[in-house]
């Protein structure tokens, strides 16, 4: 079994209630891309991935997965390509700003990081989040100085599920990959994991990913991060 010294965490759904903190983004996003036609918006919506029944977003799908590139490709396609770029940095401002002063972290998720950052294990966020809203969101739960480094979809050149989060990670701590685990709530978490070579790819269900979507690739599936720390533990 491979020696953890590392561990990478996906932050929206695995570090941070999703739905409590993005349903609100979501729709101010929607509404702006709808030009505040309502009916258009709650169409963007669910051409995301929000099911109208439950209000959740439903496991991979571009919000719950994508960057907001893949949200103004699919919300507004007609777009030329520099007129995309410029909705992308309209929707980073939102994202940066309203997703760190909603945000929300999962029960017992700051308690679980703090022990392990104690331990100690190399932290690391991978996000497909902007980088400065994740840092701006960990800062605002009072954990950024647990982490060693966050990962947005704009700090590598490919995002997840691309491997480079995970070479970025292990350039800057100097560990192998093998000894690196990533933690998501998603597919294409735990398919960075699988690219990227990490020693676990460990699902979790607190987020939009179920454990049907999961376990297919998942060497693990955990309720939350929170039992993230006793399974090391009893791992060795």
Not at 22 to 43: H, K, N, T
Not at 117 to 130: I, K, M, Q, W
């Amino acid at each position: 079994m491979a020696d953890i010294k590392g561990i990478l965490f996906d932050k929206d759904g695995t570090l941070v209630d999703f739905n409590a903190t993005w349903s609100g983004v979501a729709d101010f996003m929607a509404l702006e891309a709808a030009e505040g036609d309502r009916a258009r918006a709650d169409r963007l919506l669910a051409a995301a991935g929000l099911d109208p029944k439950t209000r959740r977003f439903k496991a991979d799908s571009v919000f719950a997965a994508g960057t907001n590139l893949d949200v103004i490709e699919l919300w507004l396609p007609q777009l030329s390509r520099a007129e995309q770029i410029t909705a992308v940095e309209r929707f980073n401002v939102i994202t940066t700003e309203q997703g760190a002063a909603l945000a929300v972290p999962l029960p017992g998720v700051i308690d679980a990081l703090g022990a392990l950052h104690a331990r100690p294990y190399r932290l690391g966020v991978a996000t497909n989040d902007s980088t400065l809203g994740c840092e701006r969101t960990l800062a605002t739960l009072s954990i950024a100085q647990l982490f060693d480094a966050a990962y947005g979809y704009d700090a590598v050149a490919n995002p997840k599920p691309a491997p480079d989060t995970v070479v970025a990670f292990c350039d800057l701590t100097g560990l192998k990959s093998i000894e690196i685990a990533m933690v998501g709530d998603n597919r294409h978490d735990l398919e960075m994991a699988r690219a990227g070579g990490c020693g676990l790819a460990i699902g979790v269900l607190s987020g939009t990913g179920t454990r049907e979507s999961l376990s297919p690739i998942a060497d693990v599936v955990l309720e939350s991060v929170a039992d993230l720390p006793g399974f090391l533990a009893a791992r060795g």
